[in-house]
């Protein structure tokens, strides 16, 4: 079976109106004149899992060759996900080597890399991350 671009936007709104409503399944809702903290999460939430089911269903109801079939990157996806959570490891070893490994990770995901941008790419990143994050908002993060 074939997935759609709508069949996979319903999965994931599904996936975060559940996760969403399990969160907020413990805060009191009040009722609508008295609303308590887990009032507007719940709504939120129950209208993005009907939505999700909506947009699943017409996925699957409408079938015919003009919609658009999906195919996913496995490969740059894995390598951006890998690279996020290496950065988030890596951080504690300091902000160069963290935004380094960054920088490589998705730059080997990339299909239409260029060697001679990498490291044009590390130092821009290195040097926004340093201006941002040390210089502008001033945050312990060593380097």
């Not at 009040?30 to 999700?52: H, K, Q, R, Y």
Request: aromatic fraction near 6%; hydrophobic fraction near 55%.
């Amino acid at each position: 079976m074939p997935i759609t671009k709508d069949g996979i936007g319903g999965i994931l709104f599904i996936a975060i109106g559940l996760t969403a409503l399990m969160i907020a399944r413990h805060y009191p809702t009040g009722s609508a004149l008295s609303m308590g903290p887990g009032f507007v999460p719940m709504i939120v939430s129950s209208l993005l899992l009907g939505l999700g089911v909506l947009l699943f269903c017409r996925s699957i109801l409408q079938r015919n060759e003009t919609q658009e079939r999906v195919t996913i990157a496995w490969r740059p996806l894995l390598l951006v996900t890998g690279a996020i959570v290496g950065f988030a490891l890596l951080i504690q070893f300091g902000l160069v080597v963290a935004v380094t490994y960054l920088v490589i990770a998705a730059w080997i995901a990339d299909p239409n890399r260029s060697s001679r941008a990498l490291p044009i790419l590390i130092v821009v990143g290195i040097g926004m991350t340093v201006l941002i994050f040390k210089i502008g908002l001033q945050l312990p993060i060593s380097l």
